[in-house]
């Protein structure tokens, strides 16, 4: 019974030791916060008409404010024109300039229409007549030449459909066929083989009756081939 006494004596002893240890601390206590969030206040909003302040105000151009421009889209008396212009010319150029391609059409043209020159224009599709004669002569001498370019023409020569010549090659010099009439009517053909190489064909033609004297100087000029250039003769 001493011992158990002496335990419960001694461990009281240290509770009450351990008490007063303890008793010199004072535990701190957990900060407590709000549940709500703090309101922020929203910023002031300043009126700018009403606020004095040294940078002048800025405004939106208006076009119009200036009087040296106009809203008129037309073109009045006393106004300046427009320099714009789609044409390619400028005042620099010879006025002049504007005229030489249609000069050099017409002088084109000029010398085709005299026989002068020749190429692939438009040929003649159709038979043309070299005029109609009235003789005594026996016999007529035809000459032939080309009087263009020199590029392959060749003819062939018939009387009332009988042919004379079945082909003669044109160049630069003349070279002649004898024809006899026939008593009253002779119609003489001269027939397109071909075209040349540079045109139509083209010769120069010279009818002679049987004491030298001409009786024509004619052509044709870009006779399409299988046409044909005719003399009438009628013999008396």
């Known amino acids: 019974m001493k011992h158990i006494l002496f335990f419960i004596l001694f461990?009281?002893?240290?509770?009450?030791?351990?008490?007063?240890?303890?008793?010199?601390?004072?535990?701190i206590p957990?900060?407590?916060?709000?549940?709500?969030?703090k309101k922020i206040p929203a910023p002031e909003i300043k009126n700018p008409q009403t606020e004095n302040t040294d940078i002048p105000g800025i405004?939106?151009?208006?076009?119009?404010?200036?009087?040296?421009?106009?809203?008129?889209?037309?073109?009045?008396?006393?106004?300046?024109?427009?320099?714009?212009?789609?044409s390619t010319e400028n005042k620099f150029a010879n006025p002049g300039d504007r005229y030489i391609?249609?000069?050099?059409?017409?002088?084109?043209?000029?010398?085709r229409e005299a026989g002068l020159k020749e190429g692939r224009g438009e040929l003649i599709k159709k038979n043309?007549?070299?005029?109609?004669?009235?003789?005594?002569?026996?016999?007529?001498i035809v000459k032939f030449r080309d009087f263009g370019a020199i590029d392959g023409d060749l003819v062939k020569v018939s009387s009332n459909d009988q042919i004379i010549?079945?082909?003669?090659?044109?160049?630069?010099n003349f070279k002649q066929v004898k024809i006899i009439l026939s008593n009253g009517f002779n119609k003489l053909d001269f027939e397109a083989l071909n075209i040349g190489s540079l045109g139509g064909n083209t010769a120069e033609i010279q009818v002679f009756d049987d004491k030298g004297t001409l009786i024509t100087n004619d052509y044709?000029?870009?006779?399409?081939?299988?046409?044909?250039?005719?003399i009438i003769v009628t013999k008396e």
């Open 128 to 140: 043309i007549s070299l005029g109609d004669f009235k003789t005594k002569s026996a016999y007529f």
């Open 220 to 230: 044709w000029n870009n006779l399409a081939a299988g046409f044909k250039a005719s």
């Open 30 to 37: 957990a900060p407590k916060f709000d549940a709500k969030p």
């Open 59 to 86: 405004k939106t151009p208006n076009v119009f404010d200036n009087t040296s421009i106009t809203p008129k889209s037309r073109f009045t008396i006393g106004e300046e024109k427009s320099n714009f212009s789609m």
């Open 11 to 27: 461990f009281t002893a240290l509770t009450v030791s351990a008490q007063e240890l303890n008793s010199g601390f004072k535990s």
């Open 165 to 172: 010549q079945s082909q003669i090659f044109l160049d630069s």
């Open 101 to 111: 391609p249609k000069m050099e059409k017409d002088l084109d043209k000029a010398l």
